[in-house]
Each structure stands twice: as structure tokens, then as C-alpha cells.
């Protein structure tokens, strides 16, 4: 028979809420683990930023070298992850894991890292 304290350890590192987001020298975005250093590019090429370590994310800045062409008109808000946003509008990373505005043109600002815990979590 299993000690009930070995049950309860396990429960604790498999759950999902007691994750540990840390991911030492590199960076999990949109379900990828990048390295310290790796320009990370989102999506659609609105734009990319850098592994700073610790899964922590630079500045977004213009995406280089991209041949993908935004599928929204420069005018109206932005396109992420295959949905439009007005301006001034929260764009929520799938996971949780770091919220932008739409600040229009395409152009995402206003970076928060969530850490996993989602607005509506929050208590």
C-alpha cells in the first residue's frame, strides 16, 4: 500500500496550478521552449522578441526577414493568433502566459507576463 503522504507529494508536482513556470536559462512561449538569446516570433509576423532567460520575454520590435503577409488591414487593430482585435483591446497569450493591447496597426504593446494565471483566475 502507498503511504498517503507519497500520494499527496505526487498530487502536488503533477498538478497543473503548482507549475513552476521557471524555466531556468529560456523561455516557454505559445507552447515552445526557446533558449536565452532566441528571437521569438509571433505569429503572422506582427513581431518578435528575445529570450531574456527565466522566461522572461524583451520588447516586442518589427519582425525582420519575414515573407508572411499580415492578413488585416494596417488601419483597423491587429491580428493574433488568427483573431482580430480592436485597438486598445487585451490580447490574452494562450496559457496565460503574458497579456498584450492592441495598440492598432498591428502593433501589440503593453507586454504583462501572467505566469500562467489567467485574468479570470485571478482572485
Known amino acids: 500500500m502507498v503511504p498517503a503522504s507519497l500520494v499527496l507529494a505526487l498530487v502536488v508536482v503533477a498538478s497543473p496550478v503548482f507549475a513552476d513556470f521557471s524555466y531556468g536559462d529560456g523561455c516557454l512561449f505559445d507552447g515552445h521552449i526557446y533558449d536565452k538569446g532566441d528571437m521569438i516570433v509571433i505569429?503572422?509576423?506582427?513581431?518578435?522578441?528575445?529570450?531574456?532567460?527565466d522566461n522572461d520575454l524583451g520588447p516586442i520590435k518589427p519582425v525582420t526577414d519575414c515573407e508572411r503577409k499580415r492578413d488585416v488591414d494596417p488601419q483597423i487593430g491587429c491580428l493574433y493568433d488568427g483573431e482580430l482585435y480592436d485597438v486598445g483591446q487585451k490580447i490574452i497569450v494562450?496559457?496565460?502566459?503574458?497579456?498584450?493591447?492592441?495598440?492598432?496597426?498591428?502593433?501589440?504593446?503593453?507586454?504583462?507576463?501572467?505566469?500562467?494565471?489567467?485574468?479570470?483566475?485571478e482572485n
Open 94 to 121: 494562450k496559457g496565460c502566459l503574458a497579456e498584450y493591447v492592441c495598440e492598432g496597426s498591428n502593433s501589440l504593446g503593453g507586454y504583462k507576463p501572467l505566469y500562467g494565471i489567467c485574468p479570470d483566475e
Open 43 to 53: 505569429p503572422n509576423c506582427l513581431g518578435q522578441m528575445e529570450c531574456l532567460g
